[in-house]
């Protein structure tokens, strides 16, 4: 025979299988990555003693300053990332909480995504190689550029690639540099017809790039709501769309004369 429940005892009892509902979710793997700010790598200098962009065929400058491709590192695709992981990181400002297909969209396997993020980053570095070609005049026959990354994937370098292989070859174009001296620092893919495109995790680039010494950074305009949302102190956006113009803001910030874009 069953006694009769008190109301107490009676929501204890129904709240058991919603706390082990809770605790199960709180140790189930989830469809999210957590990224932070990565590494930075100045393209007109070494990366891990491999110098990043080589010519031949043309002189080269002797350039000042620096440009830095900037990155974000998330937890791997096959990562365990629980409800605990996305609270404690939710709210951070140095994490992001990101869906698992908006950082690895391209396969399941970590061989599958190196392989995709592989051909990505070849086919940005040859998008950047003709755009650079292209604005300055040049012949692919005649000059020839090969650059080197290690251990980075994906189209995002595309821009600042562009820019420093137009700083080594041509400069602001009146002998001084497209930096200006400065350390400047962005993100952006970038097609052969110079046009430059929206990337993610640019909140997070922003924090790396301030890290790492930029007072400058180019952002896709299209993401300027979110470079502002996190923005370091002491970091200027500069919002580009198209390579003549990123090229044109920095000589005019360079030169101190001019309309310089901002966000």
């Known amino acids: 025979m069953l006694s009769r429940l008190t109301r107490p005892q009676a929501v204890a009892v129904c709240a058991l299988p919603v706390v082990a509902l809770l605790a199960t979710a709180a140790f189930a793997p989830l469809p999210f990555s957590v990224a932070q700010p990565g590494m930075t790598a100045n393209v007109l200098g070494e990366n891990k003693g491999t110098q990043v962009i080589n ?4 002189p080269v400058r002797t350039t ?10 998330a937890t791997g695709p096959d990562a365990r990332v629980t409800l605990g992981d996305v609270a404690d990181n939710w709210f951070r400002t140095d994490r992001a909480v990101m869906p698992r297909d908006a950082v690895y969209p391209s396969g399941n396997t970590v061989k599958e995504i ?3 993020n592989e051909a990505q980053m070849r086919q940005s570095q040859d998008a950047a190689t003709q755009a650079a070609l292209t ?7 005649k000059v020839k550029v090969t650059l080197k990354l290690a251990d980075v994937g994906g189209p995002s370098a ?16 009146s002998g001084g540099d497209l930096t200006g001296g400065r350390t400047i620092a962005g993100t952006g893919t970038i097609d052969a017809s110079g046009k430059v495109g929206a ?25 300027c709501t979110d470079a502002r949302a996190e923005l370091p102190k002491g970091l200027r956006l500069i919002p580009v769309t198209t390579l003549k113009g990123a090229v044109n803001s920095l000589e005019a910030l360079e030169k101190g004369r001019g309309s ?3 966000c």
Do not use: C, N
Request: charged letters at 20%; a neutral charge; hydrophobic letters at 45%.
């Open 199 to 223: 990337v993610g995790g640019v909140a997070l680039k922003t924090q790396a790039a301030r890290r790492d010494g930029a007072t400058v950074f180019l952002v896709p305009k299209a993401e």
């Open 55 to 58: 010519v031949s065929g043309a």
């Open 158 to 173: 595309g821009l600042l690639f562009t820019l420093g292989i137009i700083d080594k070859l041509h400069g602001d174009g």
């Open 135 to 141: 604005y300055l005049g040049l012949s692919a026959d």
């Open 260 to 262: 310089v874009p901002s």
């Open 64 to 73: 000042s300053g620096q440009l830095r491709m900037v990155t974000i590192e």
């Open 114 to 116: 190196e392989k995709h």
